[in-house]
């Protein structure tokens, strides 16, 4: 198993990182967005929470489970052989056009400083909510609440996350209001943070899976629009670049979170033991600072603007 965890979490990211450089070539500007959610939210990780209990309730099932999940993930990888580079027809301008060689890519991206806002606001906020959605289980059990209740609650932020990052990713592509959008949830997603000091409780269970919604809603609503910003704002760079740092980020902060947070758990002699209030405090705290950014960021729309001025032409053309 730990073998298999040590490939995972090499060759897993260069998954995540093809995702914006995919939608990029594959999808019009309007249903970028919602692409990006599809592409960028992991299902697994709300359905394991669930289904790995229910395949291997004791260990004697354990190689089974295995087996069943590994069969799983080599189905759903065989399409991936028929998929052609690029389609048929191109569905925007920026699709055809040429990138930034790498190394001078890299370079722009560096030096962008309204790129490193938005990887400092995704850092933060992905790479939180990538840990609370899993250390949320150890975060109620102590309440008094049951394995399968824990399960449901981490399952619960990443489904309410797919349905929020659906909505904001239809906006983008109706609207094209980036920097609104991000300048209005997070506030929420701070807010949800806040709310969790508030409401993991003993007895409360209906209380706790409202404020797990609330929280993977409003956190990942936010991510496909921090994956097309920061496209945006770097073209004519790769947005496998910008996408890959964000990525390096996210999970850099991911497992920083999770060691902080598991550190500041309380012990065996608090009440209730083994609890994280403090954890959730400090937690608040670090996405209130880390979330600064967003007062003033701000940055032009590159490859939108290239795409809109040729969509005008071609309509003065006909």
């Not at 970028?32 to 790995?52: C, D, E, F, H």
């Not at 099932?61 to 399409?79: N, Q």
């Not at 209130?288 to 040729?310: A, H, Q, T, Y």
């Amino acid at each position: 198993m730990m073998m298999g965890q040590f490939i995972a979490s090499i060759f897993g990211p260069l998954i995540y990182n093809l995702a914006a450089k995919f939608v990029a070539v594959w999808f019009a500007p309007k249903d970028r967005g919602i692409a990006n959610t599809v592409l960028s939210v992991q299902a697994g990780m709300a359905l394991a929470p669930l289904l790995l209990p229910m395949l291997a309730p004791t260990i004697q099932d354990v190689p089974k489970m295995l087996i069943i999940v590994a069969s799983i993930s080599t189905a759903f990888t065989l399409p991936t052989f028929f998929i052609p580079s690029k389609p048929k027809v191109p569905p925007s301008t920026t699709a055809t056009l040429e990138r930034t060689p790498f190394w001078q890519g890299v370079k722009e991206v560096v030096t962008n400083m309204q790129f490193w806002w938005i990887a400092i606001i995704t850092s933060v906020s992905m790479g939180m909510v990538f840990s609370v959605s899993v250390l949320i289980i150890e975060a109620i059990s102590p309440l008094g609440y049951t394995e399968q209740q824990a399960g449901l609650c981490a399952a619960l932020i990443v489904f309410s996350g797919c349905f929020g990052g659906g909505m904001t990713g239809y906006w983008l592509g109706k609207s094209s209001q980036h920097f609104m959008l991000i300048k209005m949830f997070t506030p929420m997603v701070v807010f949800s943070y806040v709310a969790f000091i508030f409401l993991l409780k003993p007895d409360a269970f209906s209380v706790v899976i409202i404020a797990c919604i609330i929280n993977g809603f409003c956190s990942y609503a936010l991510f496909p629009v921090y994956l097309e910003v920061a496209s945006e704002i770097t073209y004519p760079v790769s947005e496998s670049i910008s996408s890959c740092v964000l990525w390096t980020l996210c999970s850099l902060a991911m497992v920083i979170f999770s060691l902080v947070i598991d550190a500041l758990r309380a012990g065996p002699d608090a009440s209730p033991p083994n609890n994280m209030n403090t954890s959730m405090i400090v937690v608040a705290g670090i996405m209130f600072v880390g979330n600064l950014p967003c007062i003033w960021i701000k940055g032009d729309l590159k490859r939108s603007k290239v795409d809109n001025e040729n969509s005008k032409q071609l309509v003065l053309i006909a």
